[in-house]
Nanobody, 124 residues
Framework: QVQLVESGGGLVQAGGSLRLSCAASGRTFSSYAMGWFRQAPGKERDFFAAISWSGGSTYYADSVKGRFTISRDNAKNTVYLQMNSLKPEDTAVYYC?????????????????WGQGTQVTVSS
């Protein structure tokens, strides 16, 4: 099993940047594919980024493509989400998720472990 803890959320003005981290503990992090989700109040959970266990394969939803970058450092058991050009509509609780993986990224319904989330608020 793997435990996930997100950090790096906060309040930022529109156009600003934040970097979220998701630290993993437990079993071998490098064997896990990772994903990022977010959920705004009153809205459904939104799957928007994923990365394979090696970092060689990534996915981005159209809503964040070109603004967000997912990466990982297996030596530090951490996956990152660099968020640039933030918009008020990016305001949400951001969650990372994990599953044992292969050389590909995984889709929305394929994750087994979840963090507790970190709040990101973008003011206009």
């Amino acid at each position: 099993q793997v435990q996930l803890v997100e950090s790096g959320g906060g309040l930022v003005q529109a156009g600003g940047s934040l970097r979220l981290s998701c630290a993993a503990s437990g079993r071998t992090f490098s064997s896990y594919a990772m994903g990022w989700f977010r959920q705004a109040p009153g809205k459904e959970r939104d799957f928007f980024a994923a990365i394979s266990w090696s970092g060689g394969s990534t996915y981005y939803a159209d809503s964040v493509k070109g603004r967000f970058t997912i990466s990982r450092d297996n030596a530090k058991n951490t996956v990152y989400l660099q968020m640039n050009s933030l918009k008020p509509e990016d305001t949400a609780v951001y969650y990372c998720a994990a599953r044992e993986g292969s050389s590909r990224w995984y889709g929305e319904y394929e994750y087994d472990y979840w963090g507790q989330g970190t709040q990101v608020t973008v003011s206009s």
